[in-house]
Each structure stands twice: as structure tokens, then as C-alpha cells.
């Protein structure tokens, strides 16, 4: 019911609406033989990238899947979809124990062909995390001002050269129409 609540909301379609009934044009992006890799890891064995595709959205730093860079100057996370997709929105689970604040000035990119992290080509911009966003507890959706094609998502952090630190819980992608 949950799944079907939030594809209504998406659709725009009243809730009194009969489920399966709405055709809705966005769908969720199976993530399966999706990767992930970040900028660093801070730990061994917990903090790793494939965390936020693991399909747990648990906030807790504890419940071990949420990512966790170093400290850097602009520290990012880099998804690579199994196929191109027209890409209408990307939801961030923050964590909820502490540090939902890390997310306040990230930038969701999409691109078609790799990023390059060390020119800078990593694509075009989704969308902005506010600190407002940051803040909100849990998983947040965010869409694209316009539908874009692409395979690569970036995450990002725009720290004007300060050290931060990029933490996701879970990422899930939304492919719309358009592209």
C-alpha cells in the first residue's frame, strides 16, 4: 500500500483513486547490477559506497548501511545504472542518528558517458540538497527541473574547498519521460 501511495503522490492523482488504475509514467529504477563508489572510505568494512544501493534505508549509522567519506574538500559518491535512463528524480536517505547536516550543499548529477571526477565533467545538474533538505529526517525525493538522460549519477559535495563529509543512507532513482 505504501508503494502505491507514493506512486500516487508522483502521478499527482487523488488518493480516493482505485489502485491500479493510475498510469503513472515514472517508475523506480531496479538498482540490481548497479555499482557505487565514492571518493574515500573512512572504514574498513563499514562506510563502503554499495551501502546506499543495498536496498535498506536505515538511517542509524548502527543498522551498518549508510556510506561515510573522509574528510576532503569535495568529497562525492558516483552510482553507474545497468542501462541509460531518462532520469526524472533521485531520493537520499540521510542519516537520522546525527550529521543529517553532511548533506547541506550536495549536488545530484546526471550523465551519459562516465564521469571524470578529476576535470570535473561529471555531468548536469539534477539538483541542489538545502540545508533545509538536510535536515529532513529520512529519505527526501529530488527531482530534476527537467527529465535527464543519463547513466552515471553523481553526488557531490560543493564545500568551496572545506573539508566535509558525504553520507548517504540509501539512493534510489525515479525514471520519468521526457528525455
Known sequence: ?????????????????????????????????????????????????????????????????????????????????????CIYSVSLFNRIDCCSDRLAGAKIYIKQTPPNQGTGDIGTLCHTVSSSDAAYPGGKSYPCSTPLAGRYITIKHASGGQNKVLTLCEVKVTRGTGC
Open 1 to 85: 500500500m505504501g508503494l502505491f501511495l507514493i506512486t500516487l503522490l508522483l502521478c499527482g492523482i487523488a488518493a480516493t483513486q482505485a489502485q491500479g488504475s493510475c498510469s503513472c509514467p515514472y517508475t523506480a529504477i531496479d538498482l540490481t547490477g548497479a555499482t557505487a563508489r565514492q571518493s574515500t572510505n573512512t572504514y574498513a568494512t563499514d562506510g563502503l559506497a554499495t551501502n546506499a544501493i543495498d536496498g535498506n534505508t536505515d538511517g542509524d549509522w548502527g543498522g551498518k548501511s549508510c556510506t561515510h567519506t573522509r574528510s576532503e574538500p569535495y568529497p562525492w559518491w558516483e552510482l553507474t545504472l545497468p542501462t541509460s535512463s
